[in-house]
């Protein structure tokens, strides 16, 4: 495989979920892939800009997008609103016929996990995350609409399944993959949000599973920071930890860095990670 490719972080993967970014960056250099950065890159507009101006919607990212064709090679994206943007960006700019040619791939980190390293991943692991009962949720924005995520499983994807489960993980299959987590719901109706969320933490335990996996910023966040809100409303306890893919195939590829991003999380996950021997 190539070993080189354009990386758009975005702007969460600067702040609040530093974890991702840094996880992303790790495991890409356990694998011997180069991220380089896209110079000067900006927000790709997420998650405001297209129901405000659609002109904005395309051209902010297609800013990005625009150097990335300077640059002539597949473009990794972690998050999954910039993913989407992004890919969207691509196939409007490529109907303005504005000198734009769009010739490299627009990946999630999930993805390109799987489809592009999977076979690589195997000979780097230092140590199996057997006892972790995952299930994998890949939210809204990664697969749909697949007019514009050319997801080929837009309704049961596999790819962060796949990725687990080469890294010794028993994941646990479950029909809520892709349901919504409210996504921004959570700032304007979140009476609204914690019923999804907490339907989605339902499942995940009806599923027997005991952690779920994430890649994306969102999700990863609405679904560990409110669990002991949505304990008080219903009366049910949730204490179910929140990992992001690339945090726990770090840990199966030997980071030393895994503690830095362990510790950042509402629900502890490390005494999970420690009963299984894991670290």
């Known amino acids: 495989m190539s070993t080189k490719y354009s990386y758009y972080p975005g702007c969460s993967l600067s702040g609040t979920s530093a974890e991702f970014g840094k996880s992303t960056e790790e495991v ?5 892939v180069e991220l380089v950065e ?43 609103a910039c993913f989407q943007r992004l890919k969207y960006a691509d196939k409007a700019l490529k109907k ?3 000198g734009y040619q ?31 009962n995952p299930v994998a949720y890949y939210g809204c924005l990664t697969s749909r609409p697949p007019t514009v995520t050319d997801a080929a499983r837009p309704e049961d994807p596999r790819t962060m399944d796949r990725v687990l489960t080469i890294a010794g ?28 969320i907490g339907r989605l933490l339902d499942m995940a335990e009806e599923a027997g599973a005991n952690c779920i996996v994430a890649a ?31 945090e726990l195939l770090g840990i199966a590829m030997g980071s030393p860095h895994a503690d830095k991003w362990l510790k950042t999380h ?10 299984k021997g894991i670290i």
Not at 28 to 32: D, E, K, M, P, R
Not at 108 to 132: E, R, T, Y
Not at 266 to 275: A, G, I, N, Q
């Open 169 to 196: 993980a028993d994941v646990k299959p479950w029909s809520f993959k892709t349901e919504c987590c409210g996504g921004s719901l959570m700032f304007t109706r979140p009476d609204i949000a914690k019923k999804m």
């Open 216 to 246: 994306c910023p969102v999700c990863q966040s609405n679904l560990d920071l409110h669990q002991d809100e949505i304990s008080q409303d219903t009366g049910k306890k949730h204490h179910i930890p929140v990992f992001y893919l690339t």
């Open 96 to 98: 303005r016929n504005n």
């Open 102 to 132: 769009g010739n490299f791939k627009i990946l999630h980190v999930a993805d390109f996990l799987s489809d592009v390293c999977g076979n690589d991943i195997k000979g780097k692991l230092k140590k199996s995350l057997k006892g972790l």
């Open 28 to 32: 890409a250099s356990l694998l011997g």
């Open 266 to 275: 509402l629900v502890d996950t490390r005494p999970l990670l420690k009963e």
């Open 38 to 80: 896209i110079p000067d890159w900006t927000c790709c507009g997420a998650s405001s800009a297209h129901v405000v101006d659609d002109g904005l919607a395309v051209d902010l990212p297609g800013r990005d997008l625009l150097k990335a064709d300077k640059a002539g090679m597949d473009v990794v994206v972690p998050c999954a």
